[in-house]
């Protein structure tokens, strides 16, 4: 199983301000995720972070709110951007291990925007 | 479009006992995974079991396993001798070919002393 470290793990900040959330994997790993879960909810697909390649957004999220890097195989950010109080959430990163056929998730960053 | 369906927002169970957790699914793809996954008030996302759905053979983890239908698309866990430690937010999920994940809206389960 891959160990993937998140952070921060929680944060409460302003409205209008950006937070930018880290996401570090212990081994090389193809495939990253970004996935929100606002609060009492499920989990939603944010976008797919790909390594020297644009980011690929879900329905209803867009670059400019939520920008994604990935300069390598273990590392990705994602920042939440110009953030309003409907931004709070937890918001997770997830990669696929080695065989493609598991998806661990990080311990995930519960922001909160006042 | 891939769909997940958790019909029991909430369940709770007594310590020691048996309980099952419902899960339906919709998908066109053949070839695809399902999850059950455990997230504790410490929000950790932790994988319980996942079944291939090329695999007739139900999957087990220890106390952990499932009932897979794949003609009727259901996939329910079942959790043997309850601990307290298995109350959590329970989420089943769908993986296909896209590689994305598509998730239930979970099961809250409380394990009752």
């Known amino acids: 199983s891959a160990v993937i470290s998140q952070k921060p793990s929680r944060d409460i900040c302003q409205r209008g301000t950006s937070l930018t959330i880290q996401c570090q994997v212990d081994s090389q790993v193809t495939m990253m995720f970004w996935y929100r879960q606002q609060p009492g909810q499920s989990l939603t697909l944010i976008a797919t972070a790909n390594q020297g390649s644009e980011a690929t957004y879900e329905s209803g999220f867009v670059i400019d709110k939520f920008p994604i890097s990935r300069p390598n195989l273990t590392f990705s950010t994602l920042t939440v951007s110009n953030m309003s109080p409907e931004d709070s959430s937890i918001y997770l990163c997830?990669?696929?291990?080695?065989?493609?056929?598991?998806?661990?998730f990080g311990s995930g960053t519960q922001l909160s925007v006042l | 479009a891939q769909t997940v369906t958790q019909s029991q927002p909430e369940m709770s169970v007594q310590e020691a006992e048996t309980v099952t957790l419902s899960c339906t699914y919709d998908t066109s793809e053949s070839n695809y995974y399902l999850f059950w996954y455990k997230q504790p008030p410490s929000r950790q996302m932790i994988l319980v079991i996942r079944?291939?759905?090329?695999?007739?053979q139900n999957a087990t983890e220890n106390r952990f396993s499932v009932n897979f239908q794949k003609a009727a698309k259901s996939f329910s866990l079942k959790i043997s001798d309850s601990q307290l430690g298995d109350t959590a937010m329970y989420f089943c999920a769908l993986w296909g070919s896209n590689y994305k994940l598509t998730f239930g809206k979970g099961t809250l389960l409380t394990v009752n002393p």
């Open positions: 997830s990669v696929a291990g080695t065989t493609n056929e598991k998806l661990f």
């Open positions: 079944q291939e759905a090329y695999k007739q």
